[in-house]
């Protein structure tokens, strides 16, 4: 056999395993798509929590509506569709004074407000750090301000977290107890203080192992895509070797009938 033609039937060989292996030019990849590099896990909160505020102090502008269902860690909107801005004043635990040209009242030290509301629309107290200025802007189409759980302890004075999270709640649980906070705001140019009551009930769908239950599917999850991820690349690899020996093949057949030729 001649050298050309043993060139010719190694690169049909090459050439015809490589369709073999890999009939869509890629290597297989991993089940799972990664969205993220970690996988959290949480478990469910014994109780629910809910807040009560006494508005008798304020317009009748001014209401607080339940949250919708798809708002996560929410508890609470204020919405005021008055022409008088309702402002929100929070604790600062850092800074004594900050924004107090954005208020019409001096406030206490260690206060704020980040947010107002007014006919139905909310406004955010932006600080331009370019241009040095601080001014209000409006705040997406958002109508009303969200009290969520996180925020409690800025918004309520001497707040206090009764909340417990964990797997196996016991069967019988003792209750924490009403607990009465102070949410300030200013409405025009008045500091009112509004009472509000926070309750707490049984979580009723409760799922006492759902920490183990994510725990569990978070190994799984990374034992899976660990294995799936090496297959991937060793998928890579491979395709990486027989282009190699492609263009092995190809220089060494070009050469020998390069060298034919001459000899011709």
């Known amino acids: ?31 799972q798509q990664l969205s993220g590099f970690g996988c959290s896990s949480s478990s469910d909160p014994w109780f629910v929590e809910t807040l009560a505020f006494d508005l008798t102090t304020i317009a009748p502008g001014v209401v607080v509506e339940p949250t919708d269902p798809s708002m996560s860690n929410a508890l609470a909107q204020l919405r005021n569709a008055s022409t008088t801005p309702l402002y929100l004043v929070e604790l600062q635990f850092y800074a ?21 509301v007014i006919s139905d629309t909310v406004f955010t107290w932006t ?55 102070t949410l300030q705001v200013i409405y025009g140019t008045e500091l009112i203080s509004i009472p509000v009551t926070q ?31 090496l297959k991937w690349l ?8 027989i282009a190699a020996i492609i263009v092995v093949v190809l220089v060494v057949g070009l050469v020998s009938w390069i060298l034919g030729r001459n000899k011709a």
């Open 1 to 31: 056999m001649s050298r050309r033609n043993w060139t010719l039937r190694l690169m049909l060989v090459v050439v015809l395993s490589w369709t073999v292996v890999m009939p869509n030019g890629a290597a297989a990849r991993p089940a």
């Open 96 to 116: 004594k004074k900050i924004n107090t040209a954005a208020v019409p009242i001096v406030l206490a030290d260690h206060t704020f407000v980040g947010s107002k």
């Open 127 to 181: 600080i331009d750090r370019e241009r040095n200025e601080a001014s209000w802007r409006k705040y997406d189409e958002s109508q009303k301000i969200t009290v969520s759980h996180d925020s409690l302890a800025t918004v309520l004075a001497g707040y206090t977290d009764h909340q417990v999270f964990g797997d196996q709640r016991p069967l019988t649980v003792t209750m924490p107890l009403p607990q009465v906070y």
């Open 199 to 229: 309750t707490y009930t049984l979580n009723a769908t409760y799922n006492p192992t759902r920490l183990q239950d994510e725990q569990a599917a978070c190994e799984g999850w990374g034992q899976g895509f660990g294995i799936s991820l």
């Open 234 to 241: 060793l998928g890579y690899v491979f395709r990486a070797v």
